[in-house]
Nanobody, 117 residues
Framework: QLQLIESGGGSVQTGGSLTLFCVAS????????LRWFRQAPGQERHFVLA???????????YYSESVQGRLVISFDSAKNTVYLQINNLKTDDTDVYYC???????WGQGNQVTVSS
């Protein structure tokens, strides 16, 4: 069974960058289209990114307006890992970020991103 393991979040000041890792075990990550959402505990969930694959390369990506132009996506097939780099971070980006397969069946455990001014 596929498991998604997230890491790489943390704390940064405004204008900085963080890279979020989404590692798959029990299956090949590129078999699944992926989504990223952000959600603080007890708060509304917000869409961040949807993407699909063509082999091991990104075929399609759709970004929320809030992150448009600030995301860089990369993939390491040997590590079965997708990297989501968020640049020019803003305090409004503070949240817990989740990587999810597009069928909603498999979720990462969440990755805290905290941006301070």
């Amino acid at each position: 069974q596929l498991q998604l393991i997230e890491s790489g979040g943390g704390s940064v000041q405004t204008g900085g960058s963080l890279t979020l890792f989404c590692v798959a075990s029990g299956g090949t990550l590129t078999w699944y289209s992926l989504r990223w959402f952000r959600q603080a505990p007890g708060q509304e969930r917000h869409f961040v990114l949807a993407m699909s694959w063509n082999g091991h390369t990104k075929e399609y990506a759709y970004y929320s307006e809030s992150v448009q132009g600030r995301l860089v996506i990369s993939f390491d097939s040997a590590k079965n890992t997708v990297y989501l780099q968020i640049n020019n971070l803003k305090t409004d980006d503070t949240d817990v970020y989740y990587c999810i397969t597009d069928n909603g069946r498999y979720w990462g455990q969440g990755n805290q991103v905290t941006v301070s001014s």
